[in-house]
């Protein structure tokens, strides 16, 4: 059974540039959400895919969109970043269910300059 | 406003002393979790709690869901320093668009020998 993986692992972008994250879920796992976090602040939820579709999403603006695939990995695709983007992007699988545990990927650090 | 409150925000303690972190809400969930995260690392599951008045304990650490099932705390017996790390809770929140993993801010423990 292998873990969420993320990747990169650090990247920096220029003010105005577009990025993509992506993530591998863990085996079996159908749903994959995307979490934003600042330092020393808890995850924010950005959105979640369940079998390729969007499936909630948090108070985030358009410029982040999302794609889940047939195998169930995701890419996060922010456009026009801004300087406010620099955080830890997180991704987590979890089988579904409301007590579903969720595992998480080591994070993609994103500095926008 | 923040649908988990967790304080203390920060927490610097001594090894060997005792402490509670607490996560508040005026919602009712049907479920909480807890989750620890170490730096450059995604949050790791700890517990969830499902019963309201439900006590878990895992090792040194004892959680708490409330009777109304509004809030929790974690309290850590004679805490060690592998213990420093970010504590998050979490509950899963369901509105017409989907269902996401909601996080409150953590709780940041620092302890030193």
């Known amino acids: 059974e292998t873990g969420v993986t993320q990747s990169p692992t650090h990247l920096i972008k220029t003010r105005g540039q577009q990025v993509t994250l992506r993530c591998s879920s863990q085996s079996g796992h159908n749903t994959v959400s995307w979490y934003q976090q600042a330092l020393g602040q808890g995850p924010q939820f950005i959105f979640q895919y369940y079998r390729e579709e969007e499936n909630g999403r948090g108070n985030f603006p358009p410029r982040f969109s999302g794609l889940q695939f047939p195998n169930y990995s995701s890419e996060l695709n922010v456009n026009a970043l801004e300087l406010d983007d620099s955080a830890l992007y997180l991704c987590?699988?979890?089988?579904?269910?409301?007590?579903?545990?969720?595992?998480f990927g080591q994070g993609t650090r994103l500095t926008v300059v | 406003t923040q649908l988990l409150e967790q304080s203390p925000q920060f927490l610097s303690i001594q090894e060997g002393e005792n402490l509670t972190v607490y996560c508040n809400s005026s919602s009712v969930f049907s479920s909480l979790q807890w989750y620890r995260q170490e730096p450059g690392e995604g949050p790791v599951l700890l517990v969830t709690?499902?019963?309201?008045?439900e006590v878990k304990k895992l090792k040194r650490l004892t959680f708490q869901f409330g009777d109304a099932r509004k809030d929790s705390s974690l309290h850590i017996t004679a805490a060690q320093t592998g213990d420093t790390g970010l504590y998050l809770c979490a509950a899963h929140v369901t509105n017409q668009a989907g269902t996401a993993l909601i996080f409150g801010k953590g709780t940041t423990l620092s302890v030193s020998s």
């Open positions: 709690v499902v019963t309201g008045g």
């Open positions: 987590a699988s979890s089988g579904g269910g409301l007590s579903a545990e969720a595992f």
